[in-house]
Structure formats: C-alpha cells, structure tokens
C-alpha cells in the first residue's frame, strides 16, 4: 500500500516561477525522500531529510518536514523547462521499505 | 559499475510466456528493491532484499512472480506465465545503507505482455 500520498497531482507553471507539492504520509517514519522522474523510466534521488530534521536545502530545492503532520512540502524555485517531470516523495518507515506516493507531474511553460 | 544496470531495457513477450529481467546493484549496496510502475501511476513495491536477511516479498501480486538475489548482488525477478495485466515497467534501486542514503535507480525494463 501507498504510505505516501503527493499533492497536487498535477502542477502547470511558467518558467522562472516557484513550484510547491506536498506529501502527507500514515506511519512515523525514519526519513522521507524526494525522487524526480523523467520520461517515465528511472527515478533520480533529489534530496533525503531525516525524521529529526525540518527543513533542507540543495541548490533550487527546499524541503520541509513536518513530522507532528505528518506531511513534506517540496520547493523548486525559480522553474525551467527542464525541470517538467513526476516528482515522487518516498517515505522510509522504521522497517526500511520504501513506499512511494502516486506523485506530482510538473509541466513548465516556456 | 557506475550505476544500477538492467536488462533488458524492453521485452515485449506473448502471453503465458515466461520472463526473467536482471538488476545489476551498485557494487557494495546491501539493499536492494524491486517496483513496478504502470503507466501513469505510482511505483508498486514488489520484493526488498537487505543483505543476507530474509527478503520481504509482501509485494508479490500472485505466485506467479519470484525474485531471487545471488550472492547478495545481482537479482533476477521472474514473472511466470505472463498475462496482459503484467505490462508495466520494472524498477530495480539499490542502496548502501537505507537511512542515510537516497537510492539509487536503474532505467527499468518496459515489458509488454501482448
């Protein structure tokens, strides 16, 4: 079953703008980690932040974790045409399976 | 290698047929997964192998799927008498150590069962 659960499940923006999606999940967790997805094919790991942690950054992204709501906002500023991909929140529970959210497909307007 | 390597990159079989598909992990990665990705849904987890630990094959739809791990490196998932609904694209991710470490994904195999 999904533990995590992605919000909006689609985002279409213009380039140069902010991008925001959320991920709420059911069970504590160990870590919560962002994936991106291009083309429909391998995932590539964006970002990892601890259960002991509230906020993380690299480079355009932020990431925010709220463990009392259980939830996780990803920030992609300052958009790009590259950036249109399915962006996924995995959340890594005590037991270590990985469970992934349906996630966000992001498009960026030229 | 430099990544998590699969093969084959696409398999288009006929239904009732037999196919295996491989994932090769990043040399020293203990943790090893195997998901399945529908087209335009989320990843389904399939089977988790954590070192020389009993695999967790919660996420097997029917017996009709088996995974094995050989040597605690490459993994071999095997669907059995193929039906339509097994479509999709399987993902292999291979981690060194599940809580400090992002994993890390091969390009999957798309198989299409016709």
């Known amino acids: 079953s999904q533990q995590g659960e992605e919000d909006p499940q689609a985002l279409s923006i213009q380039e140069g703008e902010n991008a925001t999606m959320n991920c709420s999940y059911k069970?504590?967790?160990?870590?919560l980690q962002w994936y991106r997805q291009n083309s429909g094919r391998g995932l590539v790991h964006l970002i990892l932040?601890?259960?002991?942690?509230r906020e993380k950054h690299s480079g355009r992204l932020r990431v925010t974790l709220d463990t009392s709501k259980k939830s996780s906002s990803l920030l992609i500023t300052a958009s790009r045409a590259a950036d249109t991909a399915s962006y996924f929140c995995?959340?890594?529970?005590?037991?270590?399976?990985?469970?992934f959210g349906a996630g966000t497909t992001v498009t960026v307007r030229a | 290698g430099a990544g998590v390597s699969q093969s084959p990159s696409n398999k288009v079989t006929e239904k009732g047929k037999d196919v295996e598909l491989r994932c090769d992990p990043i040399?020293?990665?203990?943790?090893l997964y195997w998901y399945r990705q529908s087209l335009g849904q989320g990843l389904e987890f399939l089977i988790y192998?954590?070192?020389?630990?009993?695999?967790?094959k919660s996420g097997l739809p029917s017996d009709r799927f088996s995974a094995e791990r050989t040597g605690g490196s490459v993994s071999t998932l095997t669907i059995q008498r193929t039906q339509q609904e097994d479509s999709a694209v399987y993902l292999c991710?291979?981690?060194?150590?599940?809580?400090?470490?992002?994993?890390?994904f091969g390009s999957g195999t798309r198989l299409t069962v016709v």
């Open positions: 991710a291979s981690s060194l150590k599940t809580d400090f470490y992002g994993y890390t």
């Open positions: 069970t504590s967790i160990n870590n």
């Open positions: 932040i601890r259960s002991n942690e």
């Open positions: 995995a959340t890594v529970p005590n037991d270590y399976k990985l469970s």
């Open positions: 040399s020293g990665h203990t943790a």
């Open positions: 192998f954590q070192g020389n630990s009993a695999p967790d």
